[in-house]
């Protein structure tokens, strides 16, 4: 019979023991997002290339990010309370999507200074607040700042009017809480429909215009029916990327630090790189017939007044904010 060899037996014992002892590795912590928009539009695209897919290439990461989907998977008017509820842990959409639950998301957009000096005026720590208040949520980032701003887009020419830049009287607008107030003041009949609804409404023709941050018009087949674009652009993007406050808060200092750099990163960058983008989409645009109507002197004095001032005077009677409103305009925008 060969020799039975102990120590070998002993060392295989040890080894197995050690295993048995050792704690299982912990698994990578992982935070569930959902998006307010679809997967490839523009925004939701700058996000990923900018944050997303950034985390989770950085092997020193010290979280994961698994994105459930968009409002497929968690319908627009439910965003707000699966984000309260923990449900989703991040969320990137515009806060007009839950403007019922934040006040303040109905009139962020009504700004205009970029992202830095929101932050070194003060801005972030007072919004803080309401989104706390709201939907028990901190923004993490409030991108594409200085890459888009929004236009009127229409079927036919409109007519031009010396009290706000143009007069949409008789004319369906698609819109959102966002938009009510100066396509109001405009005359306009407001239709709230989402976005992915849009295309049938201008084919059936419930609709005959929108007003839409810039971008990602052809991917919506839009450009189809869609022969005017109103310039001056206006306001600045309203989306921002938010976090369950819970889940936020239960980070360690070092997770808080690497999540706050890397908001700061895709807010340095999302504007430039959601320019490119638009410019792209303007391209193919003009290319197939979209005509720019550009309103110039007195008329584009009272486009502006409007599509700014309309809103403002909205949020002034607004009892639900949480930040005051002289605060709140004193630090979105600049007269």
């Known amino acids: 019979m060969p ?15 050690l295993m048995i002892a050792a704690p299982a590795a ?20 700058v996000y990923f290339d900018h944050f997303h897919k950034y985390i989770n290439a ?10 459930l989907g968009g409002t497929e998977v968690t319908p627009r008017k439910q965003l707000g309370s699966a984000v309260k509820r923990g449900l989703i842990d991040m969320l990137i959409s515009p806060t007009s999507y839950y403007a019922g639950q934040v006040a303040e ?26 989104w706390a208040k709201g939907i028990n949520a901190r923004i993490i980032a409030w991108p594409y700042a200085n890459g888009t701003t929004f236009h009127v887009y229409l079927v036919d020419k409109p007519k031009l009017s010396k009290e706000t830049g143009i007069t949409l009287e008789g004319i ?10 100066f396509l109001k003041a405009m005359k306009a009949t407001p239709i709230v429909i989402s976005p992915r609804e849009v295309y049938t409404s201008l084919e059936r023709g419930v609709v005959a215009g929108l007003a839409w941050p810039e971008g990602a018009v052809t991917k919506y ?10 310039y001056p652009g206006f306001w600045r993007s309203s989306t921002m990327l938010v976090m369950n406050l819970d889940k936020y808060n239960a980070m360690t200092k070092a997770e808080k630090d690497y999540i706050e750099a890397a908001a700061l990163r895709l807010e ?4 430039p790189a959601q320019r490119k983008i638009i410019e792209i989409d303007n391209a193919k645009l003009f290319k197939g017939g979209l005509q720019r109507l550009e309103l110039e002197g007195d008329y584009r004095k009272a486009y502006l007044n409007t599509v700014f001032g309309a809103t403002w005077d909205a949020a002034k009677t607004d009892k639900r904010l949480v930040v005051p409103y002289a605060k709140l305009r004193g630090l979105l925008y600049k007269e």
């Open 3 to 17: 020799r039975f060899n102990s120590l070998a037996l002993l060392g295989s014992i040890a080894a197995s023991a």
């Open 26 to 45: 912990e698994a990578a912590k992982e935070f569930k997002v959902v998006s307010g928009l679809a997967r490839n539009h523009d925004q939701t695209e």
């Open 58 to 67: 950085d092997a020193n990461a010290p979280f994961n990010l698994k994105y």
């Open 105 to 130: 998301g109905r009139y962020v957009a009504i700004s205009n200074q970029d992202h830095k000096a929101l932050r070194a005026n003060g801005a972030y720590d007072a919004l803080q607040e309401a």
């Open 172 to 181: 369906k607008m698609r819109g959102v809480s966002l938009y009510l107030p």
């Open 221 to 230: 087949g839009w450009e189809k029916y869609i022969k005017y674009k109103v």
């Open 268 to 271: 340095d960058e999302s504007g």
